[in-house]
Nanobody
């Protein structure tokens, strides 16, 4: 069982930056593809970014491409999301997620996540 805990959310002005972190415990970490998702009030949860187990492959939603960077530190069992030029439409609860262990294929996946954190709130003031 993998436990994921997000941190780093908060209030930021439009155009500002935030770094979200996700700490993992229990189970394995370095062999799992990881991702970030977000959910705004009244909307469905949506994909933001993903990273393969090795960190060599990444994938981003079109809405954040160029403004967001996902990274991981397998030694520290942490996942990060650096967000720049934040806009009001980025306001949401951000969740980190982990897929099942998979050394077979080094992909960054936009779906199929098994474990989820409770989320961290990002608020953007205009």
């Amino acid at each position: 069982q993998v436990r994921l805990v997000e941190s780093g959310g908060g209030l930021v002005q439009a155009g500002g930056s935030l770094k979200l972190s996700c700490a993992a415990s229990g189970g394995t970490f370095s062999d799992r593809p990881l991702g970030w998702f977000r959910q705004a009030p009244g909307k469905e949860r949506e994909f933001v970014a993903a990273i393969s187990w090795s960190g060599d492959r990444t994938s981003y939603a079109d809405s954040v491409k160029g403004r967001v960077t996902i990274s991981r530190d397998n030694a520290k069992k942490t996942l990060s999301l650096h967000m720049n030029n934040l806009q009001p439409e980025d306001e949401a609860i951000y969740f980190c997620a982990a897929r099942s262990s998979d050394y077979g294929v080094d992909n960054a996946y936009q779906s199929g996540y098994e474990y989820w954190g409770l989320g961290t709130q990002v608020t953007v003031s205009s």
